[in-house]
């Protein structure tokens, strides 16, 4: 099992930027993708981004895609989240993830094995 930290959110103002981070620990060699989800109360999780910890594979939610920006530093075991132009829609709990297929799946949260305890991000208007 791998356990995962989100750190990062907060209260910001539309347009002002954001950076979360993942910190990764237990049997990271067990996975193989990395991703963020948000959900906001009454909807399902939705997908933002995901990438994989070998390789340059990244991919983003058309929705965040040109302002939020997915890296990672493996000798940290840490995913990072670049979050920019940050609008109120943007609002939500913010979820890192990992999967331990040994390639990329897709963007259903169903496909994903572990989860953080979610970060509150709000941005107003």
Excluded: H
Excluded at 8 to 16: D, F, I, S, T, Y
Excluded at 79 to 95: F, G, I, R
């Amino acid at each position: 099992q791998v356990q995962l930290a989100e750190s990062g959110g907060g209260l910001v103002q539309a347009g002002e930027s954001l950076r979360l981070s993942c910190a990764a620990s237990g049997r990271i060699f067990s996975t193989n993708t990395m991703g963020w989800f948000r959900q906001v109360p009454g909807k399902e999780r939705e997908f933002v981004s995901a990438i994989r910890w070998s390789g340059t594979f990244t991919t983003y939610a058309d929705s965040v895609k040109g302002r939020f920006t997915i890296s990672r530093d493996n000798a940290k075991n840490t995913v990072y989240l670049q979050m920019n132009s940050l609008k109120p829609e943007d609002t939500a709990v913010y979820y890192c993830t990992a999967d331990r297929a040994p390639f990329y799946r897709g963007t259903r949260a169903t496909y994903y094995d572990d989860w953080g305890q979610g970060t509150q991000v709000t941005v107003s208007s």
